[in-house]
T-cell receptor, first 115, second 112 residues
Framework: GAVVSQHPSRVICKSGTSVKIECRSL??????MFWYRQFPKQSLMLMATSNEGSKATYEQGVEKDKFLINHASLTLSTLTVTSAHPEDSSFYIC???????????FGEGSRLTVL | AQSVAQPEDQVNVAEGNPLTVKCTYSVSGNPYLFWYVQYPNRGLQFLLK????DNLVKGSYGFEAEFNKSQTSFHLKKPSALVSDSALYFC??????????WGAGTKLIIKP
């Protein structure tokens, strides 16, 4: 199956700093990528959909200025958590759609800890 | 409102016993149905899907799921559980725009 690589897998940062998470499709092109946040009680929340060459589409309640998403090329999407605070600590996961509806290929996830 | 329910936060099964992880949905039309598995501190992996045809679909690692249209359910099953099956399992269903609606996840614990 298709491979999606996500980096870094773990990052610890100080409050107020910004952190960038990269998501790459390694053996296919992805015009769309999805960014999820997973909360401690395990549920997945879709944050936004990144689109190559255009602005990301954010879900209701997600701060656009806090979570900057850029889809720079057909194989790379980035999520930047700006001015991070402890409440931003979470597990962030990206995914790219496959050929059939609902089929998704996930990155390995990034554990963000903000001190 | 469209939704997917996984009624059990956690399921405990002894190794070698059959397991069932439940999923019901409330979505209009004829959605596609999915199961994904997540191992600790990892992303999700596709397990199996139902689009049409035979109500019993087989997937990876010996898992299967049974689609029941009248009960709007898509329960995940395995005849004999392994300790390595311990993970977080997510049921997901496509909405009209083909975006996925996710269940809350069920933690499966297989005890030796």
């Amino acid at each position: 199956g298709a491979v999606v690589s996500q980096h870094p897998s773990r990052v610890i940062c100080k409050s107020g700093t910004s952190v960038k998470i990269e998501c790459r499709s390694l053996d296919f092109q992805a015009t769309t990528m999805f960014w999820y946040r997973q909360f401690p009680k395990q549920s997945l929340m879709l944050m936004a959909t990144s689109n190559e060459g255009s602005k990301a589409t954010y879900e209701q309640g997600v701060e656009k200025d806090k979570f900057l998403i850029n889809h720079a090329s057909l194989t790379l999407s980035t999520l930047t958590v700006t001015s991070a605070h402890p409440e931003d600590s979470s597990f962030y996961i990206c995914s790219a759609p496959g050929q059939s509806p609902g089929e998704l290929f996930f990155g390995e996830g990034s554990r963000l800890t903000v001190l | 409102a469209q939704s997917v329910a996984q009624p059990e936060d956690q399921v405990n099964v002894a190794e070698g016993n059959p397991l069932t992880v439940k999923c019901t949905y409330s979505v209009s039309g004829n959605p596609y149905l999915f199961w994904y598995v997540q191992y600790p501190n990892r992303g999700l992996q596709f397990l199996l899907k139902y689009i049409t045809g035979d109500n019993l679909v087989k997937g990876s690692y010996g898992f299967e799921a049974e689609f029941n249209k009248s009960q709007t359910s898509f329960h995940l099953k395995k005849p004999s559980a392994l300790v390595s099956d311990s993970a977080l399992y997510f049921c997901a269903v496509t909405a009209r725009n083909y975006q996925l609606i996710w269940g809350a996840g069920t933690k499966l614990i297989i005890k030796p």
